[in-house]
């Protein structure tokens, strides 16, 4: 039974930083993509990074240049690096992992998912 359990996330003022982790067990395979969503109230889902078992990360648009996700294989964990935050990164953060061949964004495409950890950003 796969099992993700993200942290790190908390309270902070705009243009602070945080870092989320999602560690990761029961796999009997290791997931070709792994990947951060977040949800703010009133909002779909939204893809937020990914990265490939080897590397190859992809990012939203508004994750670039101030979002990094990296992964431990050897711990399987994965993190998010936030900096520069705003109050529109206002949301629950989730992690995902997929286990056939994808780098990308899409919500469908993830089998498992993590159950969340609040950033909550103020102005």
């Not at 039974?1 to 705009?14: A, D, K």
């Not at 939204?46 to 990296?70: C, M, N, Q, W």
């Amino acid at each position: 039974q796969v099992q993700l359990e993200e942290s790190g996330g908390g309270s902070v003022e705009t243009g602070g930083s945080l870092t989320l982790s999602c560690a990761s067990l029961g796999y009997t395979t290791r997931p070709r993509c792994m990947a951060w969503f977040r949800q703010a109230p009133g909002h779909e889902r939204e893809g937020v990074a990914a990265i490939k078992h080897l590397g190859s990360p992809t990012y939203a648009d508004f994750a670039k240049g101030r979002f990094t996700i990296s992964q431990d294989n050897a711990k399987n964990t994965l993190y998010l690096q936030m900096n520069s935050l705003k109050p529109e990164d206002t949301a629950m953060y989730y992690c995902a992992v997929r286990f056939g061949g994808y780098l990308g964004l899409r919500v469908t495409e993830f089998d498992y998912w993590g159950q969340g950890t609040q950033v909550t950003v103020s102005s």
